[in-house]
Every structure is written in C-alpha cells, then in structure tokens.
C-alpha cells in the first residue's frame, strides 16, 4: 500500500521558516518525480515546486528564490524549505507522486503565516 505523509506544518509568523517533509511508503521512491502543491481556501490548487527522480527542480514564481525542494532517496522523503514566509503562502501543503501511470497523493498539512 503506497502511502505519502507530509509533515512540518503548523503556525509561523511572516518572515519565518518551515520545512515540510513528505515521506514516502509501498514505493520505488526513486522512480519518482515528486511535487508539493498548495490550495487555500477558495483558490484553485498551485504548484509550488516540482523535483525529478534525477533531482533537477522547478518552482511556482510566486515562490522563487524562497523555497527550495529536495529529496534524499535513501530516506524516502522530499522536502521543501519555505523561508521569508508571507500570509498569503497559508494553504494546506500536498505532495504528489508520480512515475509512469502512478500517481499518488498526501493528505496535506496546514501551513498558516500569521502574526
């Protein structure tokens, strides 16, 4: 059973960090081109960053040159490092995976940039 579990969400002031981790299961991770997507309330789903099984990345341009993709196929996981937080980067925060005709997806987490 493929399973994807994101991690590292909650509450962080603007300006803040945070790292989200997607961990992967049922799986060869390394086939796989992964991506973080965002949806807030009301807005359509965006793609934020997108990362190949070779590890070459590409991002929304709403968040270039703050977040930053990564993944360690050892561990099974991608992560995404989100600096310079703004309010309106809160939205629940999904990974997807995809190789060939699979495609799977996490649950999410939160990710709310507030005072």
């Known amino acids: 059973q493929v399973q994807l579990v994101e991690s590292g969400g909650g509450l962080v002031q603007p300006g803040g960090s945070l790292r989200l981790s997607c961990a992967a299961s049922?799986?060869?991770?390394?086939?796989?081109?992964i991506r973080w997507y965002r949806q807030a309330p009301g807005k359509e789903r965006e793609l934020v960053a997108a990362?190949?099984?070779?590890?070459?990345?590409n991002y929304g341009d709403s968040v270039k040159g703050r977040f930053t993709i990564s993944r360690d196929n050892a561990k099974n996981t991608v992560y995404l490092q989100m600096n310079s937080l703004k309010p309106e980067d809160t939205a629940v925060y999904c990974c997807?995976?995809?190789?060939?005709?699979?495609?799977?997806w996490g649950q999410g987490t939160q990710v709310t940039v507030s005072l």
């Open positions: 997807n995976a995809m190789w060939s005709t699979y495609d799977f």
């Open positions: 990362i190949s099984r070779l590890g070459s990345t």
């Open positions: 049922g799986l060869t991770f390394s086939r796989y081109a």
